[in-house]
C-alpha cells in the first residue's frame, strides 16, 4: 500500500502512527505529496486534493485520516483502535473528531499567514478559528483522556493534534495545559512511533 502524505502532516501522522501500532508500517511505503504542484497525481487519487490518501494494492483510494485508520484497523482484524463495545467506540471518535477539529483550525491558521497578505486577512475570522482551538484545549485539559495500552483513533489525534501545535505555534500551548503536558510526555514514552514522525520545525 502507498499512503500519499508530507512530513508536516498531522493528519498523516496520524495514519504513521496507527499504521506502526497495528503492526502495519511494513506493508506501507509513504510517498511524499507536493499540494502545491498541480501536477501532483494526488488530484486524481483524492479529487478534492488532500492528504493523506491510502492507495491499496488494486489502486482503491482511500480518505481522509478517519477513515484510513478505519480501514487499517479492519486490517489488523478489528478493535485494535476503533474499540467494538459502542460507549467505547462513541468515547474514541468523539474524541478524534474534537481533535480533529482543532487540527482543522490550526491548518487554518498556518494557511492564513502563509498564503493570504497581511492586508487581507479579517482579524474576526482569524480570532474565531483560535477560540476553536482555545476551547478544545480547555476542555480535554478539564479532563485529559486516559490512554489505553494501544492508543484508540481518538488518543492518536490528540497526540497529533498537541505535536501539530508544538511544530506550527511553538509549544505556545503547554504553559496553560499542565494536564495535557503530562498526558503527551506519557504518550510520547510509550509510542516509539510518535517520535519517529516528528519532524522539525
Not at 19 to 28: M, P, R, T
Request: hydrophobic share 45%; aromatic share 6%.
Amino acid at each position: 500500500m502507498i499512503l500519499r502524505s508530507s512530513p508536516a502532516s498531522p493528519f498523516g501522522r496520524k495514519a504513521r502512527i496507527a499504521a506502526s501500532l497495528l503492526g502495519l508500517a511494513d506493508k506501507i511505503e509513504v510517498s511524499e505529496t507536493d499540494l502545491n504542484d498541480p501536477a501532483d497525481s494526488i488530484r486524481a487519487q483524492n479529487p478534492v486534493g488532500k492528504i493523506p490518501v491510502l492507495i491499496l494494492d488494486d489502486g482503491t483510494a482511500y480518505y481522509d485520516s478517519r477513515v484510513i485508520l478505519e480501514y487499517l484497523d479492519h486490517l489488523a482484524g478489528g478493535g485494535r483502535i476503533i474499540p467494538r463495545e459502542p460507549k467505547a467506540r462513541f468515547a474514541a471518535l468523539r474524541l478524534q473528531a474534537l481533535c480533529d477539529g482543532i487540527l482543522d483550525a490550526s491548518l487554518l491558521l498556518v494557511y492564513e499567514n502563509r498564503f493570504r497578505p497581511a492586508d487581507k486577512r479579517v482579524q474576526a475570522w482569524v480570532d474565531r478559528q483560535a477560540d476553536k482551538v482555545a476551547r478544545g484545549l480547555a476542555a480535554l485539559e478539564a479532563a485529559p483522556p486516559k490512554l489505553d495500552p494501544v492508543p484508540d483513533v481518538g488518543q492518536i489525534a490528540l497526540a497529533c493534534a498537541l505535536g501539530y501545535r508544538d511544530l506550527r505555534f511553538g509549544g505556545s500551548w503547554r504553559k496553560d495545559h499542565p494536564r495535557l503536558v503530562a498526558w503527551l510526555d506519557k504518550f510520547t514514552a510509550q509510542v516509539p512511533a510518535f517520535a519517529a514522525t516528528k519532524v522539525a520545525a
